[in-house]
T-cell receptor, first 114, second 112 residues
């Protein structure tokens, strides 16, 4: 069965500092991987996705993520965090079967301090 | 207008009442989904539909029902609301799961 683990429930970083949010997945084949962001009072917005090819993928708002098959990880990074990045971030894996089941992680809440 | 619109945005209802949450989309996607979000649990799938005649149960369908009235409309009903159905509910659409979802802004439901 596919699964996603986001080990950090809450992270606090200073504005301007770098950010890395961790995501580990379990899936029997090559996964389709996603990061979503949820701002307060909003729905989830797709940040970036990985299907195949280059293991470093770029997304919106200056975010990037790196797929590491050997570590079953898909960590999200940003070189310099802005106060507006404060939100909750969800990693997700999509299966390749007919239904293409999506499994979401439990989320990491990011707090940005001045 | 938003691509995926959910109504109402907030709702307080009493235990035992029937309530319907509505979702409409302008993306032209065939696939629509209802998720429930609880703190610390992430998003859990309630029901999904791949077209008007295709309705499927998700992980936590007990106590819920859905109706796909048209390609663009997908409603979630709680036949007899109970307090542990208090949660944030999201509707989402996709043309296929691997392209990612478009989410609505959510309905915050409180059952008292």
């Amino acid at each position: 069965a596919q699964s996603v683990t986001q080990p950090d429930i809450h992270i606090t970083v200073s504005e301007g500092a770098s950010l890395e949010l961790r995501c580990n997945y379990s899936y029997g084949a090559t996964p389709y991987l996603f990061w979503y962001v949820q701002s307060p009072g909003q729905g989830l917005q797709l940040l970036l996705k990985y299907f195949s090819g280059d293991t470093l993928v770029q997304g919106i708002k200056g975010f990037e993520a790196e797929f590491k098959r050997s570590q079953s990880s898909f960590n999200l990074r940003k070189p310099s965090v802005h106060w507006s990045d404060a939100a909750e971030y969800f990693c997700a894996v999509v299966g390749s079967g007919g239904y293409q089941k999506v499994t979401f992680g439990t989320g990491t809440k990011l707090q940005v301090i001045p | 207008d938003a691509d995926v619109t959910q109504t109402p945005r907030n709702r307080i209802t009493k235990t035992g009442k029937r309530i319907m949450l509505e979702c409409s989309q302008t993306k032209g996607h065939d696939r629509m989904y209802w998720y429930r979000q609880d703190p610390g649990l992430g998003l859990r799938l309630i029901y999904y539909s791949f077209d008007v005649k295709d309705i499927n149960k998700g992980e936590i369908s007990d106590g819920y029902s859905v109706s796909r009235q048209a390609q663009a409309k997908f409603s979630l009903s709680l036949e007899s609301a109970i307090p542990n159905q208090t949660a944030l509910y999201f509707c989402a659409t996709s043309d296929e799961g691997r392209r990612g979802y478009t989410f609505g802004s959510g309905t915050r439901l409180t059952v008292v």
